[in-house]
T-cell receptor, first 115, second 112 residues
């Protein structure tokens, strides 16, 4: 399967714990995006990488959130000191610079539940 | 700042009925517009996109959408739905930069 993959698919944690999610984009894609989707809402943009450079961050991304893409391939999203309001689906997408449509391909998401 | 609104949160219809989902956006400049679909248990998939040119765009599975600039709208249509069209549909725009701004989604249930 050459699509976007995310791990884990589900994560249950207690409030105050740290969690880390991983995203593997489509192999030739150099752009990677993180979105968050809460129940009944559409996805909301969190941050975006081109290769290893983090080029844009939403104000939704509080200082408890950090994302990395150290080698320009996979990315991690870490949430420190989780809160119940962090419960959501975290989506990753990738696209190819140079594709005139910049179509974003989405992964299956990681569902986070904070107890 | 840009925003997208989808008027219907839930739509229920029978097979062979026609479907139209509304999408309006707010942004003063050039936009690219998308419709994504999420089938039960699956990830978001692109249905169709508008970048420029013919305002009537055709996508996969018989869907089409019309961009009406004067109304800031990009409504999705399908003349005859099937049970397999049961899904959640999201309208999205890309304005400045590369991020997508999504609407709240419309859940469509097609009764067999």
């Amino acid at each position: 399967d050459t699509g976007v993959s995310q791990d884990p698919r589900h994560k249950i944690t207690k409030r105050g714990q740290n969690v880390t999610f991983r995203c593997d984009p489509i192999s030739e894609h150099n752009r990677l995006y993180w979105y968050r989707q809460t129940l009944g809402q559409g996805p909301e943009f969190l941050t975006y990488f081109q290769n290893e450079a983090q080029l844009e961050k939403s104000r939704l991304l509080s200082d408890r959130f950090s994302a990395e893409r150290p080698k320009g391939s996979f990315s991690t999203l870490e949430i420190q000191r989780t809160e119940q309001g962090d419960s959501a689906m975290y989506l990753c997408a990738s696209s190819q610079r140079g594709d005139s449509y910049n179509e974003q391909f989405f992964g299956p998401g990681t569902r986070l539940t904070v107890l | 700042a840009q925003s997208v609104s989808q008027h219907n949160h839930h739509v229920i219809l029978s097979e062979a009925a026609s479907l139209e989902l509304g999408c309006n956006y707010s942004y003063g400049g050039t936009v690219n517009l998308f419709w994504y679909v999420q089938y039960p248990g699956q990830h978001l998939q692109l249905l169709l996109k508008y970048f420029s040119g013919d305002p009537l765009v055709k996508g996969i599975k018989g869907f089409e959408a019309e961009f009406i600039k004067s109304k800031f709208s990009f409504n999705l249509r399908k003349p005859s739905v099937q049970w397999s069209d049961t899904a959640e549909y999201f309208c999205a725009l890309r304005a400045a930069g590369n991020k997508l701004t999504f609407g709240g989604g419309t859940r469509v249930l097609v009764k067999p």
